[in-house]
């Protein structure tokens, strides 16, 4: 393998190096020979510099493949998406691989890796579903960062001196792909009532839902979150996790209000969707389920499905979509409901009963 004849010519160059500027400390008259020897290593790292350098991540992973192609003479074949080659004495169990499916976004900590490594130990593999590629160089590692145009798993593997990553779309890892959206979050509260803001319990609801999809732990079933946390993400984000991970239901989990904000005798279960998505397994009929699952659980009035397609994460949705109006908060009765556990359970339990029917019914 020339690689690493290269690697050991490294290692051998860096001490003679060593060897030549104890040397000269001694033997002046050889200042000269050193000096040409620093000049042509400098001309070295200068060809790195103007060639590479300036790539953007993609670009330098094409570069490496044709270089490894010229240097080997032929491709280099391995089945996975990217292979990285290990830093020098770190095995593959090292590397950590960290992953936010919301933005589509993988960080690689390689440990050892100097601000260099991608160009001393090149990346290589296919670009295909990668938006863009950085490498970082931090103190003591570094990180590659890759953000894909699809939602992906990350499987990985490694041997002696490679890492390899590849891609699996959900569907390739489940039978079924759901994506739930806790409404509002971090600076949106939503709705406001008696201190108490939509976004907690829109998130109470959703972990609550969580919670029973983790103790089902049906492998066949993957579960998306567009947040976990009082965080808030971008509409844009919320509809592509689920338009980017090929789901087939998107549900949306939001409180309502009077159109005036003050409290009234309304109250019940609304259930939002796209009228113009005229599929037959489409949001209408997953609308419909969510309301008579919900209310069949927290024994709430049925205030019917009402079309939503003004709403952008409904509007924008190539998956089924329903946004649940659990309650409003604008009734006392129901405000008490929705802040109690018990009440947010018996609410989790009716969407997750709802999934399940929608994909009995063939979603
Ligand atoms: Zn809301």
Same mark, same amino acid.
């Given at each position: 393998?020339?690689?690493k004849?290269l690697?050991?010519?490294?290692?051998?160059?860096?001490?003679?190096?060593?060897?030549?500027?104890?040397?000269?400390?001694?033997f002046?008259?050889?200042?000269?020979?050193?000096?040409?020897?620093?000049?042509?290593?400098?001309?070295?790292?200068?060809?790195?510099?103007?060639?590479?350098?300036?790539?953007?991540g993609?670009?330098?992973?094409?570069?490496?493949n044709?270089?490894?192609?010229q240097?080997?003479d032929?491709?280099i074949?391995?089945d996975s998406?990217?292979?990285?080659?290990?830093?020098?004495?770190?095995?593959?169990?090292?590397?950590?691989?960290?992953?936010?499916?919301?933005?589509?976004t993988?960080?690689?900590?390689?440990?050892?890796a100097?601000?260099?490594?991608?160009?001393?130990?090149?990346?290589?593999?296919?670009?295909?579903?990668?938006?863009s590629?950085?490498?970082?160089?931090?103190?003591?590692?570094?990180?590659v960062?890759?953000?894909?145009s699809?939602?992906?798993?990350?499987?990985?593997?490694?041997?002696k001196?490679?890492?390899y990553?590849?891609?699996?779309?959900?569907?390739e890892?489940y039978?079924?792909?759901?994506?739930?959206d806790?409404?509002?979050?971090?600076?949106?509260?939503?709705?406001?009532?008696?201190g108490?803001?939509?976004?907690?319990?829109?998130?109470?609801?959703?972990?609550?839902?969580?919670?029973i999809?983790?103790?089902?732990?049906?492998r066949? #079933? $993957?579960v998306?979150?567009?947040? /976990? %946390?009082?965080? !808030?993400?971008?509409? *844009?984000?919320?509809?592509g996790?689920?338009?980017?991970?090929?789901?087939?239901?998107?549900?949306?989990?939001?409180?309502?209000?009077t159109?005036?904000?003050?409290?009234s005798?309304?109250?019940?279960?609304?259930?939002?969707?796209?009228?113009?998505?005229?599929?037959i397994?489409?949001?209408r009929?997953?609308?419909?389920?969510?309301?008579?699952?919900v209310?069949?659980?927290?024994?709430?009035?049925?205030?019917?499905?009402?079309?939503?397609?003004d709403?952008?994460?409904?509007?924008?949705s190539?998956?089924?979509?329903?946004?649940?109006? #659990? $309650?409003?908060?604008?009734?006392? /009765? %129901?405000?008490? !409901?929705?802040?109690? *556990?018990?009440?947010?359970?018996?609410?989790?339990?009716?969407?997750?009963?709802?999934?399940?029917?929608?994909?009995?019914?063939?979603?």
């Amino acid at each position: 393998m020339e690689e690493k004849i290269l690697k050991r010519t490294a290692v051998f160059l860096t001490l003679i190096s060593v060897l030549i500027c104890g040397t000269i400390f001694y033997f002046p008259q050889l200042r000269a020979v050193s000096e040409l020897w620093v000049a042509a290593m400098e001309e070295y790292k200068l060809k790195i510099t103007a060639e590479q350098m300036n790539m953007t991540g993609l670009e330098l992973l094409e570069y490496n493949n044709e270089q490894a192609k010229q240097q080997e003479d032929k491709d280099i074949s391995f089945d996975s998406q990217l292979r990285l080659e290990l830093p020098l004495g770190v095995p593959g169990n090292e590397l950590k691989i960290s992953q936010d499916y919301v933005t589509q976004t993988i960080d690689i900590k390689i440990p050892f890796a100097d601000s260099e490594y991608f160009y001393h130990y090149p990346m290589l593999g296919r670009s295909d579903n990668i938006d863009s590629l950085t490498y970082e160089g931090r103190e003591g590692y570094g990180v590659v960062e890759i953000v894909t145009s699809q939602v992906f798993e990350v499987e990985s593997s490694y041997d002696k001196d490679y890492f390899y990553i590849d891609f699996l779309t959900p569907k390739e890892v489940y039978d079924k792909v759901i994506v739930i959206d806790a409404g509002h979050g971090g600076n949106a509260p939503g709705t406001t009532k008696q201190g108490v803001n939509e976004k907690d319990i829109d998130l109470d609801i959703v972990l609550k839902l969580k919670e029973i999809f983790d103790a089902k732990d049906d492998r066949s #079933v $993957g579960v998306y979150y567009t947040r /976990t %946390e009082d965080v !808030n993400p971008s509409f *844009e984000n919320r509809v592509g996790l689920a338009n980017k991970s090929g789901a087939d239901l998107f549900i949306s989990i939001h409180n309502n209000a009077t159109q005036s904000g003050r409290m009234s005798n309304i109250n019940g279960t609304q259930v939002m969707y796209d009228e113009l998505d005229e599929d037959i397994l489409g949001s209408r009929g997953l609308a419909q389920i969510c309301l008579e699952e919900v209310t069949a659980q927290t024994g709430s009035s049925n205030k019917g499905i009402v079309e939503g397609n003004d709403i952008f994460i409904i509007r924008s949705s190539h998956v089924p979509a329903a946004l649940i109006e #659990v $309650g409003f908060m604008t009734n006392q /009765t %129901e405000l008490n !409901n929705l802040k109690s *556990e018990e009440y947010q359970e018996k609410v989790a339990q009716g969407i997750y009963n709802a999934v399940m029917r929608a994909f009995a019914e063939g979603y």
